[in-house]
């Protein structure tokens, strides 16, 4: 089983909303909980962007393009991170990856999901 599962992709029109989960169901709590969590995203024929990310101690950071739009949470007795998506727009179309780093400098990635908005 891999480290982290994404979930909650799909097809969504203009200014609607999806709710992604990245969950790491082979971590407990006391190594998930000090990991920073990301999302990032690869548009068609793009390179994968940072999206949001939330450290340890729960400090967020968002890229430009979905600030006011975008809520990353964590929620570490489920070992889970949320990427709450709202007023999407075509251009937020792309394959979602969830990721962790860890203290010992290593990372793990989640397989994707897929985004799609149409207008």
């Known amino acids: 089983q891999a480290q982290l599962v994404e979930s909650g992709g799909g097809s969504v029109q203009a200014g609607g909303s999806l709710r992604l989960s990245c969950k790491a169901p082979?971590?407990?709590?006391?190594?998930?909980?000090?990991?920073?969590m990301a999302w990032f995203r690869q548009p068609p024929g793009k390179e994968r962007e940072m999206v949001a990310e939330?450290?340890?101690?729960?400090?967020?950071n968002y890229a430009d393009s979905v600030k006011g739009r975008f809520t990353i949470s964590r929620d570490n007795s489920r070992k889970m991170v949320v990427l709450q998506m709202n007023n999407l727009q075509p251009e937020d179309t792309a394959v979602y990856f969830c990721?962790?780093?860890?203290?010992?400098?290593?990372?793990?990635w989640g397989q994707g999901t897929q985004v799609t908005v149409f207008s």
């Open positions: 939330i450290t340890s101690d729960r400090r967020t």
């Open positions: 082979r971590q407990i709590f006391s190594v998930f909980s000090p990991t920073d």
């Open positions: 990721r962790q780093d860890r203290r010992d400098s290593s990372a793990y």
